[in-house]
């Protein structure tokens, strides 16, 4: 949610901040700006609309040779998407120039303050605030005046600053949403997101929460909540840059799916051992607390909950152990009933999804144990963890997930057979299978994609004029059509409800009318007579039927105008297969209609706001 970069060095700023903002568009992209600093003035060029607009503006202008620059991308909270309310802020008289990501809560207060002082305000957000208690807090010291005025702040904030007085520096800070930073032979790079800087270091400095860093001279000094300088090495991240970009795909969405076989293998490979064993290295609770367990809650947002949606049926079935799905911005103000014997599975792709990050702080200090499948390394949400599992999906830009939603759905499959073995409810046969489908799982997530890829660009034709359209299931299927749903209407914007098949007929089949588009999602072979029940019903009202389905049920589909088979795999497994067509089906469709799929309106990648 915004992107921010930051560049002090020896070579131009301004090709670097818009390199950097390019590759941040996904967090955030309703207007962008950029700063420098240029000897004795601070100098601003900010737009509403895309990164494209910044370039254009920028490119009929004076040309500027500063080597020190911040920049932004914006996903409006406070305030129109308009030129004023784009970053970066300048304080009052020019002498601090901020970016910010994040929401100042008490900024109606501060900003009542500021103006009772005799600051105006141009802009309706809450980040103008900050530059102007900049102002007012300035003591010569570039680092003090930020300490000090970031003590004054609640709510969450990274910041990178300039300041007039001091034109070869930059300095930023942060809580609750990340800011990261590495070093090269041609300076300093900060960026909100390790893929805006993966270019130039893969040696990334991950600044903690209140933590300062002053960059200058081509070297960074972190100082520490009290103010101390302290030292910090990098990790370093195999991220490739390669990865982070397009590789030859129309979209990011394109390329993402494509990349789940990949996504799944590296994700599952690394915690199956010799003897096809489930090893958990990251998972810490003793064998005694696995079976004191009592309680499972899967706490998460969007795609994240659906991925959370087929681990409660798969963990349920396989360890016998009672659990709830919860949707973090419910949870968080719930008073949930945890204790020591609950486990609270927290998953996230960004690792900053703010609702979520608030649903592990709750579980963490009522007690619950807390493990956290997230797939940004040294994110907010890994960081506060009780144990941390790394989903290995490499960098997803697109802003609608696919591989880490898969990466998810396979952690929580690992982490059922794990459970079930160590409480002893898997027997050697069974371990077995298990373990052998999930180890064959991408060669089928590669099978299915190749299978069904023309198939389903040809079925989206029939979706373009819709307004509505509908997807069942039941259990597994069910979960699965909640994810297919959302694909459908975040990127081509058409309204789409996902049901639980049986429960159509309590009042949303009178929706169904002659031509209406039904998706039915039937790969559990337990409830697949019982969808096609509720095939026949939405049939009898006129319905056109998609269904998909594995192979040992595609003779028993009579009924359906469409079929989209997939392999036959493990029933728990399947759902992995069938979410794929979807995906497809979501991406055809939205490109059939002329949207920008990589970037729908109105959304963000990472949510750093509740
Ligand atoms: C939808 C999508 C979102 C995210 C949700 C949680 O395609 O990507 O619904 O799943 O915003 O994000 P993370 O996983 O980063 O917490």
């Not at 307004?467 to 789409?496: P, T, V």
Request: negative net charge; glycine residues 8%; hydrophobic residues 40%.
């Amino acid at each position: 949610m915004c992107g921010i970069v930051g560049y002090a060095g020896k070579n131009r700023a301004v090709p670097y901040l818009l390199e950097g903002l390019e590759k941040l568009e996904y967090r955030g992209y309703d207007s962008a700006g950029i700063a420098v600093n240029e000897e004795d003035v601070i100098r601003i060029m900010k737009t509403k609309g895309r990164i494209g607009n910044l370039e254009s503006l920028i490119a009929s202008q004076r040309h500027s040779d500063a080597t020190v620059g911040i920049g932004h991308t914006r996903w409006a909270t406070h305030g129109k998407p308009n030129d004023v309310n784009a970053h970066p802020h300048i304080s009052q008289s020019g002498l601090f120039c901020v970016v910010h990501n994040g929401i100042i809560e008490n900024y109606l207060q501060l900003k009542a303050q500021l103006i009772a002082d005799g600051y105006r305000f141009v802009s309706e957000t809450d980040t103008e605030v900050i530059a102007h208690l900049l102002e007012q807090n300035y003591d010569g010291n570039f680092v003090s005046t930020v300490r000090k005025t970031t003590a004054m702040l609640e709510g969450a904030f990274a910041l990178c600053i300039l300041c007039r007085d001091f034109p070869d520096s930059i300095v930023c800070t942060r809580w609750a949403s990340p800011l990261v930073m590495g070093k090269s032979d041609d300076g300093v790079f900060l960026a909100s997101d390790v893929t805006a800087i993966l270019k130039h270091t893969s040696d990334i400095y991950y600044l903690d929460g209140h933590e300062t860093a002053l960059i200058a001279d081509g070297g960074i000094t972190f100082f520490d909540k009290a103010g101390n300088a302290t030292q910090k090495a990098p990790k370093h991240i195999d991220w490739n840059v390669s990865a982070a970009q397009k590789g030859g795909y129309e979209h990011f969405m394109l390329k993402e799916i494509m990349e789940q076989p990949k996504a799944i293998q590296d994700t599952v490979s690394p915690r199956i051992d010799s003897d096809g064993r489930i090893v958990f290295e990251d998972f810490h609770l003793t064998d005694e607390e696995i079976e004191n367990l009592n309680r499972i809650v899967i706490v998460a947002c969007g795609s994240a909950f659906h991925a959370g949606e087929v681990g409660r049926y798969v963990l349920e079935k396989m360890t016998r152990i009672p659990v709830e799905t919860a949707i973090a911005s419910e949870f968080r103000y719930r008073d949930p009933v945890l204790d020591a014997h609950s486990l609270v599975i927290v998953i996230s792709q960004s690792g900053e999804t703010a609702d979520t990050l608030a649903g592990l702080r709750l579980a963490n200090e009522k007690g619950a144990k807390t493990v956290c499948i997230v797939n940004v390394v040294s994110s907010s949400i890994a960081n506060e963890g009780g144990s941390v599992v790394y989903t290995h999906a490499g960098p997803e830009i697109a802003v609608a997930t696919t591989k880490a939603y898969s990466a998810q759905v396979s952690v929580l499959y690992l982490l059922a057979g794990y459970i079930a073995d160590r409480k002893g409810l898997l027997p050697e046969e069974e371990r077995r299978t298990y373990v052998d489908a999930l180890r064959k799982l991408p060669e089928l997530i590669a099978q299915t994609l190749e299978d069904c890829g023309e198939q389903m660009q040809k079925l989206s034709e029939m979706f373009i004029p819709l307004e509505h359209a509908y997807f069942i299931g039941r259990n597994l299927d069910y979960a699965c059509a909640m994810e297919a749903s959302l694909k459908m209407k975040e990127i081509s914007y058409i309204h789409s409800e996902a049901y639980a098949a049986g429960e159509l007929k309590h009042g949303t089949i009178s929706l169904i009318e002659k031509g209406t588009l039904v998706v039915a999602l039937a790969a559990c072979s337990d409830v697949f007579g019982k969808t096609m029940s509720n095939i026949k019903e939405v049939k009898a009202r006129g319905a056109r039927v998609l269904c998909v389905s594995t192979s040992e049920n595609a003779s028993a589909m009579s009924e359906v105008d469409f079929k989209v088979i997939i392999p036959d795999t493990l029933p728990l497994f399947a759902v992995t297969l069938e979410v794929l067509p979807m995906q497809l089906l979501g991406y055809y469709t939205a490109k059939n209609r002329g949207c920008d799929i990589d970037k729908p309106r109105n959304l963000a990648k990472s949510v750093t706001v509740e």
